[in-house]
Each structure stands twice: as C-alpha cells, then as structure tokens.
C-alpha cells in the first residue's frame, strides 16, 4: 500500500514553508487518530491522502482499494457512483453515495468538496463499522464505574440487540440483562436502553488500533 502520508517539501527551507508543513503534518496525525476513514482524491479518483482507517479499510480490499495510484471498485455501477460523487465535489458538491462490498456490509462515503475552486479536490468520509468502538465504550465504561459484566451488556445492546437477545447471547435470564439496564441507567443517569445507546454513539471517534497509552 502506498504511504500517502504527509512529506515536507524540497524547499523546506523557507520558514513559511516549514511552518505550513509543519501544521499539515500536525493535521495528519490528528486525523490518524480518527475512527473515521478520510480520504482525499481528485477528481479523476487518484488517491491524493488517506488517513490510518482509511488506509486500513483500503488495504484490506473490501470495498475500494487503490490501483496504480488510482481508487477501484467492485462493479462498473459502483465505478459511476463514485465517479459521479467526485465530479459533484468538483463542482462544489456533495453527496452520499453507498459501494457494494465482496464481503460484509457496504461502505457509506460522503465526498465533501475540499477548496472553493472548479476542479477541486473530494474528501472521502468513510462510515464507521459500528456505533461504538471497543475503545470508546471502554473509556465510557471506565468513566462511569460500570463493571465488567454491565459494560458486555451495554456494547451487545449497542450492536441493536433487545433485553431478550442479549440474554440469549450471554446465556443468562432477562432479568439478569434488564437489572444490568437498570444499574446502566442509574450510573450514567440515562432514561433508558435508547438514551444510553445515543450517548455512546456519539463519543468522540477515537481510533482503537492507535492508541497505546494507559486509560484514566
């Protein structure tokens, strides 16, 4: 996979260039810390940036993935639709597109005009796989004093489970999953199983693979 990483210009001597530079690279790893996959292309569909999920989303394949430096799809249908989102971010545009898949789910992108000009360039905001990563629902859990058996609960509940479904999948009683809700709701002062779920969904979209430091 290429590394579309940031690099800093030949003439980096300049101090206004080095300044620039070094904001961008700044810029870069904010991104890589993104549950999100970012991805900038022209709008020819050459792949210009990918952050850390993207390019991970791109390496493994399953949607798009880059060819000769250039984003490829599954089907000629799905080769419209993206090249149809980069012409409208060209323009100025955007929109919402969805890519099949060779396995799994498909991939929602929204390409986001980047620059004011005709012929700009597209970013590519790639959907995330679930509403809550494993990282953040751990912080969550943390945050709140849940306990192990509370926080299993809480992320099957967050993958649309009912009470029911869940305790079918832990092997325990109903009542076991719905006294769990109960003590949830209590410590993180939540109406119920759909405010609690919303919550999580939007915590800040912290990357699980990168981080490595100790969780406070």
């Given at each position: 996979?290429?590394?579309?990483s940031?690099r800093?210009?030949?003439?980096?001597q300049?101090?206004r260039l080095?300044?620039?530079?070094n904001?961008?690279a700044?810029?870069d790893l904010?991104?890589?810390e993104?549950?999100?996959?970012?991805?900038?292309?022209?709008?020819?569909?050459?792949l210009?940036?990918a952050?850390?999920?993207?390019r991970?989303?791109l390496g493994a394949?399953?949607v798009?993935w880059v060819q000769h430096?250039?984003l490829?799809?599954?089907s000629?249908a799905?080769i419209?639709?993206?090249m149809?989102a980069?012409?409208?971010?060209?323009a100025?545009?955007?929109?919402?597109?969805?890519?099949?898949?060779r396995?799994g789910a498909?991939?929602?992108?929204a390409?986001v005009?980047?620059?004011r000009?005709?012929g700009t360039?597209?970013a590519?905001?790639f959907?995330?796989?679930s509403?809550?990563?494993?990282?953040m629902?751990c912080f969550f859990a943390?945050s709140?004093?849940?306990?192990?058996?509370?926080?299993?609960v809480?992320g099957?509940l967050?993958?649309g489970y009912?009470?029911p479904?869940?305790?079918?999948?832990l092997?325990v009683?109903?009542s076991t999953?719905?006294?769990?809700v109960r003590s949830?709701c209590?410590?993180?002062?939540?109406?119920?199983?759909?405010?609690?779920?919303?919550?999580?969904a939007?915590?800040?979209?912290?990357?699980?693979?990168l981080?490595?430091?100790?969780m406070h």
């Open positions: 996979m290429t590394d579309f940031v800093s210009p030949a003439d980096a300049d101090p080095a300044t620039r530079w904001q961008a700044g810029l904010v991104l890589d993104l549950a999100y996959g970012v991805a900038v292309a022209s709008p020819t569909g050459e210009l940036h952050n850390h999920a993207a991970h989303e394949e399953r798009l430096g250039r490829q799809v599954q000629n799905d419209r639709v993206l149809d980069l012409s409208k971010a060209s100025g545009k955007r929109s919402l597109v969805t890519l099949s898949a396995r498909p991939l929602t992108i390409a005009p980047v620059g000009s005709t360039q597209a590519l905001l959907s995330r796989a509403v809550c990563e494993s990282l629902l943390r709140h004093s849940l306990t192990a058996a509370e926080e299993n809480l099957i967050c993958q009912s009470a479904q869940t305790a079918r999948q092997k009683a109903v999953v719905r006294s769990h949830l209590a410590k993180t002062r939540s109406s119920g199983v759909r405010d609690l779920v919303s919550r999580l939007m915590l800040p979209p912290v990357a699980p693979a981080i490595t430091d100790s």
